[in-house]
């Protein structure tokens, strides 16, 4: 149905209920960012970066360097909503920097999208509006030859959709938007996920 369904939402405040009960534990982390998607997706860009910083809060806390990867993801996406493109190159550079390929393959069953595809995707867009227009399209091209390699199906339309259609559409290239949404369309209806077909 799409991240911003209200089943979406009722899910997630529920999720983040039953975590809360049970303490401090690693479950809070994928139930944080389906709060943070919910909100950033819905246009709530301020309550987006809020969630972000307190999962960056709980992830500095960590043993582990997989949540602190995670937080960077998102207030790198957030603060590019929010206008500071200088600081979300510095959070997305660095979840990028973190990822393992053996270790955080996996996170994307966990996060629905695979981590470095999606930190790409937004660094992409954030080079562009830098000005630095050959950076955004080289690491476009990583998202996508990432997405394709890992075969994931949402990592592929996060792909599609920012380093794809979304920079293009900023580059003026028609065409290359055109190649995108056929992406998207074919990828939405050959694995039913309206998602990605009412994005192309």
């Known amino acids: 149905k799409g991240y ?18 049970i303490g401090s534990s690693p479950e809070i982390f994928p139930v944080l ?6 909100h ?5 860009v301020a309550k987006s970066l809020s ?21 960077h993801r998102l207030l790198g996406a957030s603060k590019l909503l929010a206008g500071e493109p200088h600081a979300a190159r510095r959070h997305l550079e660095e979840a990028i920097g973190l ?7 996996s996170l994307a069953a966990l996060y629905g999208q695979d981590i470095r595809v999606a930190g790409l995707g937004y660094l992409c867009l954030d080079l562009w509006y830098l000005g630095y227009i050959e950076q955004a399209n ?4 990583e998202a ?18 920012f380093a794809g ?20 369309l074919a990828l939405g209806m050959r694995h039913k996920l309206p998602v990605w077909h009412g994005t192309g």
């Open 138 to 141: 080289a690491r476009a091209s």
């Open 144 to 161: 996508l030859e990432h997405a394709q390699a890992l075969g994931h199906v949402n990592s592929l339309g996060v792909a599609h959709t």
């Open 33 to 38: 960012y389906g709060q943070y998607a919910f």
């Open 4 to 21: 911003s369904a209200p089943e979406v939402e009722r899910t997630v405040i529920r999720a983040f209920d039953l975590a809360k009960s």
């Open 99 to 105: 990822y393992d390929l053996k270790r955080h393959r």
């Open 165 to 184: 259609a979304f920079l293009q559409c900023l580059c003026r290239n028609a065409s290359g938007v055109e190649k995108h949404a056929h992406e998207l």
């Open 51 to 71: 969630l972000g910083e307190q999962f960056m809060e709980l992830a500095s806390r960590q043993n582990d360097d997989t949540p602190l990867m995670v937080a």
């Open 40 to 44: 950033q997706v819905t246009g709530r």
